[in-house]
């Protein structure tokens, strides 16, 4: 049983090393939040943490509003969801009546403002991460072992009707995964070759910056490609794309596709997949092919005309929603219309990850194409929104992970040389001491080492205190939204 005291809100403001270019945005700058939840837990007094980058136009996709106009939307819907949960857990209660509460009621609030479920979630998901961070420390066990257990008391089939008798315990891994294979984002921007890169845009941080860099220097083998949904400037980069990666990669490579909610029709994607298809250029890479990740724009993912093109592609890809799941009823309405899965950000929820994965197992029988429950990554970096996501990623028993926090930010820099020191510490298997002095992620052979996260109370080992950072309101007060817009 456990009683919400405070939550309190800090900034740490980053910027990335290049701009980081996906769908209609380009990122070189956002707030890092921290969201720090006062808890007593069974009569003692416990701190939960949690964190989250809030990156620009992915929450909402409106080309029309500015960042500064988008981030201050983000921040209420947090602010709310602190008010909602605090409320729900005035009194002693158990995890899975509080999170079902918090969750109906934001979602009440957010339908009379007309928010879309995605944002709203972002601030049920910061709260439920820290207030399951501090139920993990106050019982001293790691999230695969809280998650299964009955004190969180987690009941699928209240979450969704359809998982009636299924249990978290025969859903999960008996153990989480030991490690993860990175899989490296390669952005509509990122150069490709080192050699192609002008002399005054090229990097003196220590860090690869190119394509062929990275994938010497962290052993990569799975990637992530980035496309805009225009043949003309597709075309010719992935035929580089791919001649990059068969260079490299001489054992092989995968490879997964994220169409960035470019189309407005699933026939007219299914049309650009066929000239894609029939490049003989691109084999190498089609034949690596995982998964399409979000082709279609949110607003239409989901329409009825998507099932008769689906049903027909009898030897298409298979296709998840990523932006388009961002209810509860979203991804059993998009396995109703053929897609084979959904990705799992913790940005979306712990809860409602857990019952996607029971979701897509209980269907799995009747799916047409093996389901697919991807992990996805909103340039999140340590030590904790990072962390936590593996821990998660660990539980779920998913092999691969997006990555690009690591690459598009300079390890841990942006904190204090004691911070990096702890996590060097409590994290030697997932960081190293950089050549120069700061902590970096450690990528050997293209996997992650998730030994100290799987043992760390929802993984993170150290204790970071977020009042070293900028308070929220001081730094709205400060400028800090227009200095970021």
Known sequence: MFQIQRADFHVLPMRTRFPFKYGIASMSALPHLFVSVGMRVDGRQVTGLSSEGLPPKWFTKDPSTTF???????????????????????????????????????????????????????????????????????????????????????????????????????????????????????????????????????????????????????????????????????????????????????????????GNEQFQSLADFREFYRLLHADKALAPLFDSLVFIEQPLHRDHALRDDVASVLEAWKDGPGIIIDEADGSLDDLPRALDLGYSGTSHKNCKGIVKGLANSALLQKRAAFMTRAPILSAEDLANVGPVALLQDLAMVAALGIPHVERNGHHYFRGLGMHSPGVQEEVLRAHAGLYRRHERGFAALDIRDGLLDLASVNSAPFGCAIQLDPARFTPLDAWVKGGGLAELG
């Not at 934001?106 to 709260?127: D, E, F, M, T, Y």
């Not at 961070?133 to 009707?161: M, N, Q, Y």
């Not at 509509?188 to 690869?208: A, K, N, Q, V, Y």
Request: glycine letters at 10%.
């Open 68 to 258: 500064e106009h988008d981030l201050a939307e983000m921040l209420s819907v947090i602010q709310n969801a602190a008010r909602v949960a605090g409320n729900a857990a005035e009194k002693p209660v158990r995890f899975f009546p509080w999170w079902k509460e918090t969750c109906e009621e934001q979602k009440r609030w957010a339908g009379l403002r007309r928010l879309p479920a995605l944002l709203s979630n972002l601030g049920v998901s910061l709260i439920e991460r820290a207030v399951l961070d501090g139920l993990c420390k106050s019982g001293a066990v790691p999230l695969h072992v809280f998650l299964k257990s009955d004190e969180a008391g987690i009941d699928l089939g209240g979450v969704r009707p359809e998982l009636h008798g299924m249990r978290v315990a025969g859903c999960l891994p008996e153990s989480p995964l030991s490690n993860v294979a990175a899989r490296h984002t390669v952005g509509l921007g990122d150069p490709l070759r080192t050699s192609e890169i002008p002399g005054d845009e090229r990097l003196d941080d220590g860090l690869p910056q190119a394509l062929d860099e990275c994938i010497r220097s962290y052993g990569l083998r799975w990637f992530k490609i980035k496309i805009c949904g225009r043949e003309e400037t597709d075309i010719p980069r992935l035929r580089e794309i791919t001649r990059v990666l068969a260079e490299g990669c001489p054992r092989g490579f995968q490879a997964t596709l994220d």
